[in-house]
């Protein structure tokens, strides 16, 4: 514990806690959505004024079977996204599981402009983890949608045909198997000629386009039919197998066309782990011996050779334009190979002279701290003919996207260098520099818990930590101290100040999504994605917690649902008075109110407003979000208004159950103080509130462009919601008048820049039980950062100016020890402090007592095996 002044003429305790032994898991897999095929016989458009593609959603896999979608948060009008990608939903995975290997297809592909990026509803996502099964996953349900057996073995690689019609499995068996996508199915197609290996990578060729005589003169015709894509034919595809060797087959009969051979030593076969396609047929390929190559699709030869790892290559990933290829794998560097034009040949010069153009390795970066399994950049790159070959603005950086066993996912912008003929944007806001080899990249920061919120849970009275695991909970108890005279605060103290009290695995059906813990630590409650526990937890007299499941529990819960439906939770929150706890279903989107009370557990009530596909409020519908447009403060701020759209919801819900209902995942639930109000918001930024005294819907807030990662009542009046966005916007509403305070807009309206543009989004907000007379204090606070915000204060001019800081009369507090003064900055009414990181969790214990819970990337870097290291003979 040490001593932190948090704002002005105000010491807050903090308890810096670092015991808490959470270890996020190692991505596997990236995944990025394909852009629809060309039409072949729409006109090549010109590239002078086409507009950047909106940014696709990102798929990770993690090695404990979870998916995560992440998605994009930047406006659709701008390109900078400081926070850049954030999780929006996470698919929890089934136990035990992992995610090897992960493949997006087009659903509806003919619904698509040709330059349109698909939306998540409009996309299919398939992984397969290690065992012969294929999954296919739900993604508005969040659970699995159907499984098809490979019929060969473990599945090795899973690759989907630029078409997004045909599923290539690679299988250990050496056989490649076509699985059907038509029509939103999954089925075996057939079965391509058997070889003697396992296949370990999956590329298709690029797709050949279909013979459309006669077309010249229809003229009339449009463009977008629904059979464009029938104007392509798939002709061959690749593969990379385990007898250091690749072969291609012909897709039309299903016969090895050729064998290409790679390197080897003597006893030893070379793995081909990674293969790739270029748009003029180019096949590249990264095998173990850290070799890549490119080779010649017709002649199956090879065209160059490069030792650009010193271990195996892992992953590879082809630039949007086919001129670029990043490699990557054990030895954690990034390589780059670059087409370049060479000198022109003489007319004299020999024929087996070099080629006009020719691939170099261009540079290599290293950003991973142990292997990277996985590489992907947006814009995707479609292995097209010259001929329909797709243009992209040269004026905003791609985005390099990689991952690995150090859990963290690293974006950099990899503009090419002769692009930089124009001002080329940033889409990351790191740095002025876009090019591969100059400019800085973002490590985005692990969170806990499920869709960016955290796993850890304070419960104030009883002071005690609860966080959870895969498949079970820790609970620690902070113990009280009192500084002692002379005692340096920046070191801990030797009795530690914390005590692990309780332990518990849990048997469950898929990875933990939710938990709770009672403010008085008698309740806790935890769910995996199909069942909710709930346990009384009792102190026996040597200080540890034993718990006590109630059994019938979640037949309690099934009754009010459906038998056949799960009672998983997506969210749980108990009431600060601890009599009540309130459940967000996972699959159904219920809310229920339940009363613990000391028999047994019975609902209060159950709410479907989450349910519902549109609210109708007045003359305006909310819904998902749409575009940044949606969200009307002047119409929630209508009582009349918003009072019939609380009557018409509640007996729209209640009455007609209706209207076609679209279950949401409810991400955050959030309790006022005084126990009167409940806030529930979900991942299609709809953010409901209820009357928990009288047990009513109350209001429905306008939806927001962006999803929402803080939630919290302010205690000084607890009907004051604090709202922060994924993009560190902020929002405050007065839920008694139903409407936006006056004395808040400026304040939302006017953040200072380095508050709203800071990398790492909001994931949070803390406010002190007992605040200071007079003022409404929160503490926001990111994965490295905690920002104390006075919301009722004055917008300050300039925000976090380095000149006005300067002047300001008021004084920096002192370090606490010499030559360790943290990173602050002082504005009128922000503060910002960035020395504790990364932080899993923020919250007040009582007032002037902060709990900020740390895991540093050294100490989770430490419990994993070794990086590649190879020594160099005279190195220093």
């Not at 290559?313 to 190979?337: A, H, R």
């Not at 740390?854 to 989770?860: F, K, S, Y």
């Amino acid at each position: 514990m040490k001593d932190a002044s948090l704002k002005e003429h105000t010491t807050v305790a903090v308890h810096r806690c670092r015991f808490v032994d959470f270890t996020p898991s190692a991505v596997t897999a990236i995944a990025f959505p394909p852009l629809r095929l060309p039409s072949v016989k729409g006109k090549k458009k010109s590239t002078t004024s086409r507009k950047a593609l909106a940014f696709g959603t990102l798929i990770v896999g993690r090695a404990n079977g979870n998916i995560e979608v992440c998605e994009w948060t930047g406006s659709e009008h701008e390109i900078e996204a400081p926070q850049a990608w954030v999780v929006r939903k996470t698919l929890p995975g089934p136990q035990p599981s992992k995610v090897e290997s992960l493949a997006l297809t087009v659903r509806y592909p003919y619904r698509l402009a040709e330059d349109e990026v698909p939306s998540t509803s409009n996309l299919r996502l398939f992984s397969a983890g290690g065992g012969s099964d294929l999954v296919e996953w739900d993604i508005e349900q969040s659970s699995i949608k159907r499984t098809v057996g490979s019929q060969g073995g473990s599945i090795w690689s899973i690759s989907p045909n630029p078409a997004s019609t045909l599923l290539a499995l690679g299988c250990e068996d050496g056989s490649v198997r076509l699985l059907s996508l038509e029509n939103d199915g999954l089925q075996h197609l057939r079965r391509l000629d058997r070889v003697k290996s396992r296949i370990l990578s999956i590329a298709w060729g690029p797709p050949v386009p279909r013979q459309t005589s006669n077309k010249a003169n229809d003229t009339a015709e449009t463009d977008s039919d629904d059979d464009d894509d029938d104007d392509w034919s798939d002709s061959w595809l690749v593969a990379g197998c385990s007898d250091s060797s690749l072969r291609k087959w012909d897709v039309g009969t299903g016969r090895v066309l050729d064998r290409m051979g790679t390197d080897k030593l003597r006893g030893e076969r070379t793995l081909v782990w990674a293969v790739g396609v270029l748009g003029d047929g180019t096949i590249v390929s990264g095998d173990s011996m850290g070799m890549v190559k490119f080779w010649d699709s017709r002649t199956c030869t090879q065209l160059h050779s490069f030792q650009g790892h010193a271990a195996d290559v892992l992953c590879l990933t082809i630039s949007p334009e086919g001129t670029v290829v990043y490699t990557s794998g054990v030895d954690q560097k990034i390589s780059q190979f670059s087409y370049v034009k060479t000198a022109r040949p003489d007319a004299s010069s020999s024929l087996l002279s070099h080629p006009p153009s020719r691939w170099v390795q261009s540079g290599s970066r290293r950003y991973h701290s142990h292997d990277v399994r996985a590489l992907a950049v947006w814009p995707p790159h479609t292995p097209l003919p010259p001929s329909h070959k797709r243009q992209f603005p040269i004026d905003v950086a791609p985005i390099l996207v990689s991952g690995g066993l150090d859990m963290s996912l690293v974006l950099k912008p990899a503009a090419l260098p002769t692009s930089t003929i124009t001002k080329i944007q940033n889409p990351l806001a790191t740095s002025t520099s876009t090019t591969f080899e100059d400019s800085y990249h973002r490590r985005l920061a692990y969170t806990s818990g499920p869709y960016s919120t955290s796993a850890l849970q304070l419960a104030r009275t009883a002071r005690l930590l609860l966080c959870a695991r895969d498949t079970g909970l820790t609970i620690w108890r902070i113990l009280r101290r009192s500084p002692s005279p002379g005692l340096d605060e920046e070191e801990p103290s030797t009795d530690g100040g914390y005590e692990r009290v309780l332990d518990i695995d849990l048997n469950v059906h898929t990875n933990v999504v939710a938990s709770a813990i009672s403010d008085d630590g008698k309740w806790v409650a935890v769910s995996d994605w199909y069942e909710t526990k709930l346990f009384r937890l009792e102190e026996e007299s040597n200080g540890d917690l034993k718990p006590r499941r109630i059994r019938d529990f979640p037949s309690i819960l099934a009754v009010e649902l459906s038998s056949s439906e799960s009672t998983g939770a997506s969210y749980l929150v108990f009431s600060p008075d601890s009599t009540k706890l309130i459940v967000a279903t996972s699959i159904t989107s219920y809310v229920l109110v339940i009363e613990l009370g000391t028999g047994t557990p019975r609902v209060m009530r159950k709410f479907q407003q989450h349910r519902m596909r549109d609210v109708v409020l007045g003359k305006r519908i909310v819904r998902g979000r749409k575009s940044p447009e949606d969200v009307e403060m002047a119409d929630a701020g209508n009582d009349d208004t918003a009072e019939k759209a609380s009557d018409s919801s509640e007996s729209e819900s209640e009455e007609d159950e209706s209207a076609r209902p679209e279950p949401a995942t409810i991400t955050r639930m959030a309790v006022s103080p005084d126990g009167q109000w409940l806030a529930s918001t979900d991942d299609r930024c709809r953010t409901h509130v209820f009357n928990l005294d009288s047990i009513q819907h109350h209001c429905v807030l306008p939806s927001f462009p962006q999803p929402i990662h803080a939630l919290a009542f302010t205690p000084s009046q607890p009907h004051t919601l604090v709202l922060g966005l994924a993009n560190n916007s902020l929002h405050v509403y007065d839920v008694e008048t139903r409407a936006f305070p006056r004395w808040a807009r400026a304040l939302t309206a006017s953040l200072p820049q380095r508050f709203a543009h800071t990398h790492d989004a909001v994931l949070g907000a803390a406010f002190d039980p007992e605040p200071p007379a007079g003022q409404r204090v929160a503490l926001f606070w990111g994965a490295n950062w905690l920002c104390k915000v006075v919301l009722d204060a004055p917008a300050g001019p300039g925000g976090f100016d380095k000149k006005r800081r300067r002047k300001s009369a008021v004084p920096l507090p002192p370090p606490a020890t010499p030559g360790d003064a943290p990173e602050e900055t002082q504005t009128r009414n922000f503060k910002m402090i960035t020395h504790y990181r990364p932080i899993l969790f923020a919250d007040y214990m009582a007032p002037g007592e902060l709990v900020v819970v740390e895991r540093p990337l050294p100490d989770v870097l430490a419990k994993l095996p070794p990086p590649y290291f190879k020594a160099k003979y005279g190195a220093t």
